[in-house]
């Protein structure tokens, strides 16, 4: 070819500036998202090393001994789950049945418009206004008093529009024409939902169930003035040391009394306990991510 | 109902199907309705419920709602004077909230554009994963982490006499909300259609002029949205501020300052006021504040998103 | 048909799934139902912070006693303690301040029964500096000065100390959150019912009171005298200038002469009755106040102390 036509596509200091900016560009974002993850591993690597003098399957089931300066933490460890399990017993079906109503029911009116709204907005909520109401509305309005079903129900409304949301996007993300499809061999709404919908969307609603898993266990503030306690002794190796009345110890509550009120505890103890309460949150997680990337990658459309 | 109207062919159907089948789904039918609607019933709930609690302290002689909202004079226990003014209160959640959004939003937005524009399909995947698990962490691990770790790092390094203060704060909500500000934002950017993209690779802009001359102009307002959210929960955040921050109630005039945020006052004193008390009204009146303040701010951030859908 | 077997299988999956939850509900439900009746006692316990840690150690001591009475214990604070105990939602209230009149009043409005105090032991409130802090005796005035409202006192110069290695010479003031019993009683017995100063940082727990000051050492603060560590040093307290400086210790404590004490007080709901009473007798013997020692509070002298049995 002739020279000028190449000199077309050779480098001109215009380009090679911007190519340059380009670079740099990239190296920034990309130094900033390391800078993003950079914490987490820093976080999770100091918190392990000083963790470590108290770390061992015994510290988890262990009973908190010698006023909380020693011992473990199965007290809490099963408050925590009885709190989760018994707010997601609550906000799981209404949560899924609401995405339901949102996605396969709903036109869009006014009402919708609200209810959208609300589920914004609820998401928004403070944990501590959840708080106030949770102590207004179940422990004095229902009288239930300070106990573990007031701290539940408490987590559930909590835990419910993230609930909603996710469903809402797993149901959203079966295509349209299944539904049709169903609809056309003369099934109801409901039983195209029920055998068509649901099924299909199934992985992505429990993941998003899960997820909530670690949110619920991860909160303080609603459950510290409506049903956790600084301490209740229980005996070793009790599974159920909790009745639905009671008040319960739970992790996220022990970290919080552990580092601000008993004094002299071993330097070892509240950053083991910090390890649990994370590692089963990341574990709880990182299950429901693994669990969605499987799922994701066998669907087929 | 509209299932009617789906399946042109009623009487096959009826015929086919028991009584109670029907009748059964129809039973779940107002279930799933009424599910719908219970959104809106906790909504109003919650503020029924804090706001019954709050109500009869506005009407009390002792207490004025300019007091409360202008003053900085905290002495919910006084014996000789109670004075509920929470300005003190309200600066502090506003300090921190501010400095944490000074950090948050460059490197949300910045890790955003990565996860969104440069890297390749992997590493998307992988930081994807990496942010919903630093949005996992608990709030009170955060607080943890500010108590022991962050404020011996910030009285080594800045020579502050108490290592509990504004910078710590701001920094330990700076990194719980960067994931809400990156999650969001990456949704933003990848709202914006491909055609854009696609017209200014044309044109022969390299990445970064596309993003700073067309991507980011187009996904303004859901960047604008994210960035609220990450407000909204900064503002909202207990625990980790109720550890980090020193609870201090003064207006701070420096980074190395303690202050003591809305949240953190009430989960400090509700314990302790007496029920039915003025204090305690009046902390769940800082609570129907805070429940206005997000509500507001989630608000405009669901417009600013619906904004980018009707586009 | 391929869909429909698919969409049959995860079916499946989703029944389990709801199985699973439905059967985890139920276990968690139908349990207590049963434990209840097992049990005979569940002691609801709550209030004072400072109290808190002596009462989980009796809680956890009662347990080896006598394994099916269930003592809960929580803190928050002395005012939430008596507000649980006059709404009748527990069995005893741990306080480190006495009862208002009119809390007292409302309890009987409320339940009928007039609450009953129970001292159960003693508490010094030190006054706490940093260990590298060389002031070593302090007068109520000058504490006055520090935290009340007008107080002249702000600076170490101020109290004739300069701190070692420290660039600033402002008094940090470490003080508890409103209407926690500590912070009320150094109000009604040092600051003479003055309010405290704004700015102080208020702690939530004794602990992170000395925490804080342990790690600050222009700091100055005040707590249980159980709470002492190695990082911390407790100031002789002296009532005026012209008297002497004591120290917090159990001897000077029970002889009065340590000026600001006060007892660790347990409110029930009229004479205590049953289990409650078993347990309240029980701190009151020597291995309850054993547990007293141990917490760095001070213990009843022996003449006050219930015989096991009695």
Redesign the interface.
């Known amino acids: 070819m002739t020279p000028p036509d190449a000199n077309v596509f050779s480098e001109t200091p215009l380009v090679r500036r911007k190519r340059r900016e380009e670079a740099l560009a990239k190296w920034i974002f990309c130094a900033m998202s390391a800078l993003m993850i950079l914490p987490l591993v820093l976080i999770i690597g100091y918190l392990f090393e000083r963790a470590w003098p108290s770390l061992s399957l015994g510290f988890l089931l262990e009973v908190p001994t010698r006023g909380m300066r020693a011992g473990g933490v199965w007290p809490a460890f099963v408050g925590t789950i009885y709190l989760v399990f018994l707010s997601l017993a609550v906000s799981a079906p209404i949560g899924i049945l609401a995405a339901v109503y949102l996605n396969e029911y709903a036109r869009d009116n006014w009402l919708n418009r609200l209810i959208n709204l609300a589920v914004i907005n609820l998401a928004g909520v403070p944990s501590i206004v959840h708080a106030l109401f949770g102590l207004g509305a179940f422990v004095y309005a229902a009288r239930f008093g300070y106990s573990i079903i007031s701290a539940s129900l408490t987590l559930a409304i909590m835990t419910l529009p993230v609930i909603i949301a996710s469903t809402r996007e797993a149901l959203a993300s079966v295509p349209r024409s299944f539904r049709e499809a169903c609809w056309n061999v003369g099934a109801t709404r409901w039983q195209t939902i029920r055998s068509v919908v649901l099924p299909n969307a199934i992985s992505g609603i429990l993941t998003g169930v899960i997820l909530q898993v670690s949110r619920a266990a991860g909160e303080t503030a609603p459950i510290m003035f409506t049903g956790a306690v600084f301490f209740k002794a229980v005996q070793k190796g009790d599974l159920f040391p909790y009745s639905l009345h009671d008040q319960c110890m739970a992790l996220s509550m022990h970290l919080y009394t552990l580092s601000t009120q008993v004094p002299d505890v071993q330097e070892s103890i509240p950053f083991a306990t910090a390890v649990v309460l994370l590692g089963s949150v990341l574990l709880v997680n990182a299950a429901a991510i693994a669990l969605r990337v499987y799922l994701r990658s066998r669907k087929k459309w | 109902m509209e299932s009617n109207s789906t399946s042109p062919n009623l009487a096959v159907r009826k015929a086919a199907r028991p009584g109670w089948a029907l009748a059964g789904e129809r039973t779940l039918e107002i279930l799933i309705h009424l599910c719908g609607i219970s959104a809106i019933l906790f909504v109003l709930g919650i503020f029924f419920f804090v706001f019954k609690e709050a109500f009869p302290v506005l009407g009390h002689e002792k207490f004025s709602l300019s007091q409360f909202l202008f003053s900085q004079e905290w002495y919910p226990t006084s014996e000789v004077n109670k004075r509920y003014g929470v300005l003190a209160m309200i600066a502090g959640t506003f300090s921190v909230t501010a400095l944490a959004m000074v950090l948050a939003v460059p490197f949300g937005i910045g890790g955003a554009i990565y996860i969104s524009e440069f890297c390749g399909a992997k590493t998307k995947e992988t930081l994807k994963i990496v942010v919903e698990l630093l949005a996992a962490i608990p709030s009170v691990v955060w607080g943890f982490i500010g108590l022991t770790v962050m404020s011996r790092l910030i009285v080594k390094y800045t020579g502050a006499p108490v290592g509990v203060n504004v910078l710590n704060g701001g920094i330990i909500l700076a990194l719980m909300s960067v994931p809400i500000i990156v999650s969001i934002g990456e949704d933003a950017l990848k709202a914006v259609p491909d055609s854009f993209r696609e017209a200014g690779i044309a044109l022969g802009a390299t990445r970064w002029q596309l993003i700073w001359r067309v991507l980011l102009p187009a996904a303004k307002n859901g960047l604008l949205a994210a960035v609220l959210l990450g407000v909204a929960r900064a503002v909202g955040e207990t625990m980790a501020v109720l550890m980090a921050t020193g609870h201090a109630v003064h207006i701070p005039h420096s980074l190395l300052d303690s202050v003591r945020t809305l949240t953190a006052n009430i989960a400090a004193e509700l314990g302790e006021a007496p029920v039915g008390s003025d204090h305690y009204r009046v902390l769940f009146l800082t609570g129907v504040l805070l429940f206005l303040i997000t509500f507001v701010v989630n608000l405009a951030a669901d417009f600013m998103v619906r904004g980018i859908r009707k586009k | 048909m391929k869909?429909?077997m698919?969409?049959?299988?995860?079916?499946n999956?989703?029944l389990t799934?709801l199985a699973t939850?439905?059967a985890?509900?139920l276990l968690?439900?139908c349990?207590?139902?049963g434990?209840?009746a097992g049990r005979t006692a569940?002691i609801?316990n709550k209030g004072s912070?400072t109290m808190?840690?002596v009462?989980?150690?009796w809680?956890?001591e009662?347990?080896k006693v006598k394994?099916e009475v269930?003592?809960?214990?929580?803190?928050?604070?002395?005012?939430?303690g008596?507000?649980?105990l006059?709404?009748g939602?527990i069995d005893i209230a741990n306080a480190s301040r006495d009862m208002k009149p009119e809390?007292i009043e409302q309890a009987k409005r409320n339940t009928g029964k007039e609450p009953k105090l129970t001292v159960a032991g003693y508490d010094a409130l030190a006054i706490y500096v940093h260990k590298d802090n060389p002031l070593n005796e302090i007068t109520l005035e000058q504490i006055a000065q520090i935290y009340a409202e007008g107080g002249t006192i702000t600076k170490w110069s101020d109290l004739g100390v300069t701190i070692p290695g420290?660039?600033?010479d402002?008094i940090?003031r470490v003080s508890r959150?409103?209407?926690?019993g500590t912070?009320?009683f150094l109000?009604?017995h040092v600051l003479n019912?003055?309010?405290?100063k704004?700015?102080?940082?208020?702690?939530?727990?004794?602990?992170?009171v000395?925490e804080?000051v342990g790690?600050?050492?222009?700091?100055i603060g005040y707590s249980g005298m159980?709470?002492?560590?190695p990082a911390v040093k407790m100031l002789k307290v002296k009532k005026s200038a012209q008297e002497p400086a004591y120290e917090p210790t159990i001897a000077n404590t029970l002889a009065k002469t340590y000026p600001i004490a006060r007892a660790l007080e347990l409110y029930t709901l009229g004479e205590p009755e049953g289990a409650v009473k078993d347990y309240i007798n029980w701190i009151l013997s020597d291995a309850g106040q054993k547990v007293v020692e141990?917490?760095?509070f001070v213990p009843l002298p022996p003449e006050r102390r219930t015989r096991p049995g009695s």
């Open positions: 869909l429909t698919q969409a049959t299988k995860q079916g999956l989703l799934g939850l439905i985890g509900l968690t439900a349990k207590p139902g434990g209840q569940i609801q912070d808190v840690n009462a989980q150690a809680a956890e009662y347990k394994p269930d003592v809960e214990v929580s803190g928050g604070g002395t005012g939430v008596i507000a649980a006059i709404k939602t809390e420290a660039a600033n402002t940090v959150q409103s209407s926690s912070y009320e109000r009604e019912k003055k309010d405290f704004l700015g102080s940082r208020d702690m939530n727990g004794s602990k992170e000395v804080l790690s600050t050492p222009t700091a159980g709470y002492a560590t141990q917490a760095g």
